[in-house]
């Protein structure tokens, strides 16, 4: 018995034309939601334990130290970026609402 194959687009997954919004005050910034500051302080802790897991590699001879050190390097310099670029813009926003509610 032979099957047939139908192909169906996904509506939902295909883009949808947007209608051009008209120009207006952009509304007063929204608190920073709490999900916000734990998923910060989750991706610290994850950095952090990474961190931590490579130094420990290091003082196993199985690996080369010089390899895992340059890792570690690079890991250290991501997690000082991520920092780098949210906590400004935390900044702003909480700024943003102080000046929004005064």
């Known amino acids: 018995m032979a099957t047939n194959k139908v192909?169906?687009?996904?509506?939902?997954a295909q883009l949808q034309p947007q209608a051009p919004q008209p120009n207006h005050k952009p509304a007063a910034p929204a608190p920073v939601r709490?999900?916000?500051?734990?998923?910060?302080?989750?991706?610290?802790?994850?950095?952090?334990?990474?961190i931590q897991n490579l130094q420990a590699l290091q003082n196993n001879s199985l690996f080369r130290?010089?390899?895992?050190?340059?890792?570690?390097?690079v890991l250290r310099g991501i997690?000082?970026?991520?920092?780098?670029?949210?906590?400004?813009?935390l900044s702003q926003r909480e700024a943003a609402n102080h000046h929004a509610s005064s």
Do not use: C, D
Not at 35 to 45: G, P, Q, T
């Open 7 to 12: 192909k169906r687009s996904i509506h939902l």
């Open 65 to 73: 130290a010089s390899e895992l050190a340059e890792m570690n390097r």
């Open 34 to 50: 709490p999900h916000v500051f734990y998923a910060i302080a989750e991706l610290n802790a994850g950095l952090e334990k990474a």
């Open 79 to 89: 997690h000082a970026r991520a920092n780098r670029q949210i906590t400004p813009a």
